[in-house]
């Protein structure tokens, strides 16, 4: 049988519901995609003040094939909509003795780098590039867009698994291979960069090295806000149909089937199948709370491990600043001590890591002349651990910050800004319906990975699905398009019987 006729809804349009809406509307099936926000994009929104465009992030593109295939699925090519640009050095890391790391994948200049920066363990960095190329095979080629429904597909990955010693954390596992404090820092920084914790997160995630280094890291000419704004050009474009500032407000059962979905403005439709991109314990505890098995998993998923939230502050700057490369890491002077405060104890530290982005760098659309466009992020806990008050804490952590960022890079930073503001937990609780704040949805631990993540389709409703961070793969722009790629196979194989 076909899929055609059968009619799917996807609720939010993040990255994976975007990927999803197109992979499904691509397969024949009439696709409706549902957003809260008055712009599509989820986590990946944008402000427009006094001339400067504000993402909210992510910023960092990498593995860009897994975008092409969205639009040559139906023939189309990504290029007449977005234009990708590339980024070098991918990363400065920056210590506070003033030391400078240039990230890259260009060889002869890594090399340099390294031999300047951890003299000894050139030999030792290649040794750790094996080992980060072994788990990208198995980690994400092979089961990257695979399905884990039951405990049997966990067992069998298993084996793969042990080879790489996933219980290990990435910290331990680079410092296995280089003794360069500054060098393991540099090379398990990466998991902060979808909720994970270096000192905990499972050694898979050094795959993230490898992605970077053959994919490259992009950049979307006009901001992330302008790949998101494509995916929607080209979704309409195969016939899907776009619903933005309408938050849903309950998907309908009967037995173990969604049904209908129902938003604010009263909007109701049927649907043959039904997919959330949403926060998981929102899908779960709001979305599904008028049914037993809604509530049962938010009952459960409040037991689990949230990853934590960000504090950003984006500010416009007079004058340009070639100096400074589009992403910084400016390290604060402890690392397993401040993961500690943000993972463990939950409270605000005195001292952080800042990451910088600096995208008028590459893309001078991105201010008007003349002028630099921001952002500084620091990791915070999230506000089940952090209970503090963010409108008065917010004003003062957002100056610290700037302060910083002033004292290492732009001397008279308070003096040249043009325009700023901040965004806090609170605000990715009440932006995105995330549980506490949280900027990543679960936490990338092996306990949470995986089978043990949230599942692409419901155990109990059976034409109930999931994408997005929450679920196998986990965070980023690759993780949450290889969710998409795993859901519609789910989606298109069910509708197709």
Sequence with gaps: MSAEGKRACVIGAGFGGLALAIRLQAAGIKTTLVEARDKPG??????????????AGPTVITDPDCLKELWALSGHDISADVELMPVSPFYRLNWPDGVNFDYSNNE???????????????????????????????????LGAK????????????????????????????????????????????TLLVGGNPMTTSAIYALIHKLEKDGGVWWARGGTNRLAAAMVRHFERLGGEVRLGDPVVRVHTIGNRATEVETAS????????????????????????????GSEQARSLSRKHFSPSLFVVHFGLEGSWPGIPHHMILFGPRYKGL?????????????????????????????PPGKSTFYALVPVAHMGKLAVDWEQVGPML????????????????????????????????????????????LEPVLTQ?????????????????????????????PGVVASAKTTAGLMIGDLSE
């Design 42 to 55: 989820g986590r990946a929104y944008y402000w427009e003040r006094d001339g400067f465009t504000f993402d």
């Design 108 to 142: 002869a200049q890594l090399r340099a780098e390294i031999d300047r920066v951890a003299p000894g363990d050139y030999a030792g960095y290649e040794d750790f590039l094996r080992y980060s190329a072994g788990v990208f095979e198995e980690g994400y080629v092979k």
């Design 339 to 367: 993961l500690d405060d943000i993972y463990e104890h939950g409270v605000l530290p005195q001292d952080f890591s800042i990451y910088l982005h600096h995208p008028t760098v590459t893309d001078p659309s991105m201010a």
């Design 147 to 190: 399905p884990f429904l039951d405990f049997p597909s966990m067992i069998k990955a298993a084996p793969a698994l042990m080879k790489y010693q996933a219980w290990r954390s990435v910290y331990s596992m680079v410092s296995s291979f280089v003794k360069s404090e500054k060098l393991r820092e540099a090379l398990s920084f990466h």
């Design 398 to 441: 957002e100056k610290r910050i700037l302060d910083e960022v002033g004292r290492r890079l732009i001397p008279d930073i308070h003096d040249r800004i043009v325009t700023k503001f901040h965004y806090a937990p609170k605000d990715f609780a009440t932006d995105l319906s995330a549980h506490m704040g949280s900027a990543f949805s």
């Design 266 to 293: 009263g909007w109701k439709e049927r649907f043959s199948a039904v997919a959330s991109n949403g926060d998981l314990m929102h899908t779960y505890r709001d979305l599904l709370g008028g049914t037993k098995r």
């Design 449 to 477: 990975s995986a089978y043990f993540r949230g599942h692409n389709r419901d155990d109990v409703i059976k034409n109930f699905y999931l994408v997005g961070a929450g679920t196998h793969p986990g965070a980023g722009i």
